[in-house]
């Protein structure tokens, strides 16, 4: 009896030193640790398929040119009157709010078009830096688009209609976040509040780092 | 003479409440439309003084050849429009018009509104009641250039 009470307490005493260390790491600041954020924060970042879109200065774009900083993609048209334009604000405000904060640097932002037909270069030219010069549109073939938005897990129908026609294109309302490797790292769902989208950033490239470079190697 | 006064006053002040139409608007705006753009969108509070539902089934606006009652909703995470019949307004209730939401579709300006102009709007009402408003466009951006940041400030005057 008395043995088993000389193994049992030092087990306990254990037990609980053992699950007060958890804790304290857990909710220490070290980074290095997953952050607890609204976004969905994939465990392997997902590649994005070799394609060609134009961008809205009508250059040749490949998710090439996502690599070397944190993008934040989304989805949409411009015969939109509601949720798109509304939805550029909010990057609009995330960008500030970062920028603003100055922890680390606002994230790039790409608006994709899914209206391809009437959505031509020259007119995301004049939409997209109507909201920030800084903020690139491109535009392509139909194919093209729906295997990005499909890449990026954001479903998109683009309806066989007459582009004359007065038509809507639905499509997925989340956000994609692209690390400076060039792979997706994570996803904001919709509805977007900027405020907790622009806390979850700076989260997530504090721990991933800003050019996810040594210490996501050693979190991977 | 001075009961005289306070009884006037009284009745013309429940003749103006009487007077009033049991629905209004407030905080009325709508999103200059973006360039390149020729859809937009027009936002309000529906707030109802009666003490029965009343439903808007109609809008139109002389900016506009055509004026919709649509609504953005979010389903199976994708963000979807459609136009709606109508939109009831339940008694001493509020129906909030807002970006992401229910709104009122404007399509094909007769001549491009920017920030500072202005857009009538004709509401028509299940209980034959019109609600004609001027409007003012506002620019809404993100950018801390805005002339309104937030949809239910104030209107700040115009630049």
Same mark, same amino acid.
């Given at each position: 009896?008395?043995?088993?009470?000389?193994?049992?307490?030092?087990?306990?005493?254990?037990?609980?030193?053992?699950?007060?260390?958890?804790?304290?790491?857990?909710?220490?600041?070290?980074?290095?640790?997953?952050? #607890? =954020?609204?976004?969905? %924060?994939? $465990?392997?970042?997902?590649?994005?398929?070799?394609?060609? @879109?134009?961008?809205?200065? !009508?250059?040749?774009?490949?998710?090439?040119?996502?690599?070397?900083?944190?993008?934040?993609?989304?989805?949409?048209?411009?015969?939109?009157?509601?949720?798109?334009?509304?939805?550029?604000?909010?990057?609009?405000?995330?960008?500030?709010?970062?920028?603003?904060?100055?922890?680390?640097?606002?994230?790039?932002?790409?608006?994709?078009?899914?209206?391809?037909?009437? #959505? =031509?270069?020259?007119? %995301?030219? $004049?939409?997209?830096?109507?909201?920030?010069?800084?903020? @690139?549109?491109?535009?392509? !073939?139909?194919?093209?688009?729906?295997?990005?938005?499909?890449?990026?897990?954001?479903?998109?129908?683009?309806?066989?209609?007459?582009?004359?026609?007065?038509?809507?294109?639905?499509?997925?309302?989340?956000?994609?976040?692209?690390?400076?490797?060039?792979?997706?790292?994570?996803?904001?769902?919709?509805?977007?509040?900027?405020?907790?989208?622009?806390?979850?950033?700076?989260?997530?490239?504090?721990?991933?780092?800003?050019?996810?470079?040594?210490?996501?190697?050693?979190?991977? | 003479?001075?009961?005289?006064?306070?009884?006037?006053?009284?009745?013309?002040?429940?003749?103006?409440?009487?007077?009033?139409?049991?629905?209004?608007?407030?905080?009325?705006?709508?999103?200059?439309?973006?360039?390149?753009?020729?859809?937009?969108?027009?936002?309000?509070?529906?707030?109802?003084?009666?003490?029965?539902?009343?439903?808007?089934?109609?809008?139109?606006?002389?900016?506009?050849?055509?004026?919709?009652?649509?609504?953005?909703?979010?389903?199976?995470?994708?963000?979807?429009?459609?136009?709606?019949?109508?939109?009831?307004?339940?008694?001493?209730?509020?129906?909030?018009?807002?970006?992401?939401?229910?709104?009122?579709?404007?399509?094909?300006?007769?001549?491009?509104?920017?920030?500072?102009?202005?857009?009538?709007?004709?509401?028509?009402?299940?209980?034959?009641?019109?609600?004609?408003?001027?409007?003012?466009?506002?620019?809404?951006?993100?950018?801390?250039?805005?002339?309104?940041?937030?949809?239910?400030?104030?209107?700040?005057?115009?630049?």
């Amino acid at each position: 009896m008395n043995s088993i009470r000389q193994i049992l307490i030092p087990l306990v005493i254990l037990c609980f030193a053992a699950a007060g260390a958890t804790v304290a790491w857990l909710t220490s600041d070290r980074p290095g640790q997953q952050p #607890d =954020t609204e976004a969905v %924060l994939l $465990e392997q970042p997902r590649l994005i398929p070799e394609l060609q @879109l134009l961008d809205h200065h !009508g250059t040749y774009w490949s998710p090439e040119r996502l690599k070397g900083q944190w993008t934040l993609v989304f989805f949409g048209f411009t015969h939109c009157p509601d949720i798109c334009p509304e939805t550029m604000v909010q990057m609009n405000q995330v960008h500030r709010m970062v920028q603003e904060n100055g922890r680390v640097m606002p994230p790039s932002v790409l608006f994709v078009s899914v209206d391809p037909a009437r #959505d =031509t270069p020259e007119r %995301l030219a $004049e939409y997209v830096p109507y909201f920030n010069r800084n903020f @690139l549109g491109v535009t392509g !073939g139909e194919a093209e688009v729906v295997e990005l938005a499909r890449s990026m897990g954001v479903p998109v129908s683009i309806p066989d209609v007459d582009p004359g026609e007065d038509y809507e294109v639905d499509h997925g309302s989340s956000l994609t976040l692209v690390g400076p490797d060039g792979n997706i790292q994570a996803f904001f769902t919709a509805p977007h509040q900027p405020d907790q989208i622009s806390r979850d950033f700076e989260a997530i490239v504090r721990y991933l780092g800003q050019d996810l470079g040594q210490q996501h190697a050693q979190h991977q | 003479m001075r009961t005289l006064f306070l009884a006037l006053g009284l009745l013309t002040l429940s003749l103006a409440v009487q007077a009033a139409p049991p629905v209004t608007a407030e905080s009325p705006w709508v999103r200059e439309a973006p360039p390149g753009s020729s859809v937009t969108a027009a936002y309000l509070d529906l707030v109802n003084q009666g003490d029965e539902t009343i439903t808007l089934v109609n809008v139109r606006s002389e900016e506009f050849r055509r004026a919709e009652i649509h609504e953005t909703i979010h389903e199976d995470g994708q963000a979807k429009m459609r136009a709606v019949d109508e939109i009831a307004v339940p008694a001493e209730g509020r129906v909030e018009l807002k970006p992401g939401g229910k709104h009122l579709m404007l399509h094909e300006p007769r001549e491009e509104l920017s920030v500072g102009d202005w857009a009538h709007l004709v509401l028509e009402f299940d209980n034959g009641q019109l609600l004609e408003l001027a409007v003012p466009v506002k620019r809404r951006t993100g950018r801390d250039d805005d002339d309104d940041h937030h949809d239910h400030h104030e209107h700040r005057g115009h630049h």
